[in-house]
Structures are given as structure tokens and as C-alpha cells.
Nanobody, 125 residues
């Protein structure tokens, strides 16, 4: 079992920045591939970013590429999502997800076994 706890969400004006954190416990963090997903109001959950267990590989949705950065600190058992130049369309509940695998990257929600409770990000225009 892996417990994931997100933090860092909030209300920000368009053009602003937020950094989300996701602290993991229960398994050796360095064996976990991690991802960030989001669910906008009234829409389905969508992929945002993924990072491999080593941190050596990352991948982003086109909608956030160049604005968001995923990273991890295996010494702190935490994955981050730095979000810059936020837009109103980034408004969503953001979830982190984990899967124990040495696969390079996991891009689908069905690839992940464990999920956090989510943190709300609201971007005002």
C-alpha cells in the first residue's frame, strides 16, 4: 500500500505560479513511477505529467508543456509539480499517482495503482 498526500493547491491569478507537492509513504519511493493528473470541473480526469522512478525521464501533456515542470526528491519521498504561467483553463483538482515499476514512463490513469486525495487549483482571470 502507498499513501499519497498532495499539498500546495490554492487560488491564484492568471499568470501566477503554484508548486504542488505529493508526499509518499508505504513503499520505497525510488521504486515508484509518479504522475500528475487533473480533473477540471465537469470533465474527465486527464494526464498532466509523468516522471520515471529515477527521475531521468519526464513527459508532459501538450497543454502544459513549457509551463509545468515535474520533479522528484527521492531523499524526501516527494514529487513536485511546478506550475508557471497559470491559465484559467488549468483550474482543476490535481491528483498525484504512483505505480511500482521500472517502466520509463506511465501516461494513462489506468497505469497507476495508487492515488492521492487531490488538491484544488483555481486560476482566476
Amino acid at each position: 500500500q502507498v499513501l499519497l498526500v498532495e499539498s500546495g493547491g490554492g487560488l491564484v491569478q492568471a499568470g501566477g505560479s503554484l508548486r504542488l507537492s505529493c508526499a509518499a509513504s508505504g513503499r520505497t519511493f525510488s521504486t515508484l513511477a509518479m504522475g500528475w493528473f487533473r480533473q477540471p470541473p465537469g470533465k474527465e480526469r486527464e494526464f498532466v505529467a509523468a516522471i520515471s522512478w529515477s527521475g531521468g525521464n519526464t513527459y508532459y501533456a501538450d497543454s502544459v508543456k513549457g509551463r509545468f515542470t515535474i520533479s522528484r526528491d527521492n531523499a524526501k519521498d516527494t514529487v513536485y509539480l511546478q506550475m508557471n504561467k497559470l491559465k484559467p483553463e488549468d483550474t482543476a483538482v490535481y491528483y498525484c499517482a504512483a505505480q511500482q515499476t521500472r517502466a520509463p514512463l506511465l501516461l494513462r490513469s489506468s497505469d497507476y495503482r495508487w492515488w492521492g486525495q487531490g488538491t484544488q487549483v483555481t486560476v482566476s482571470s
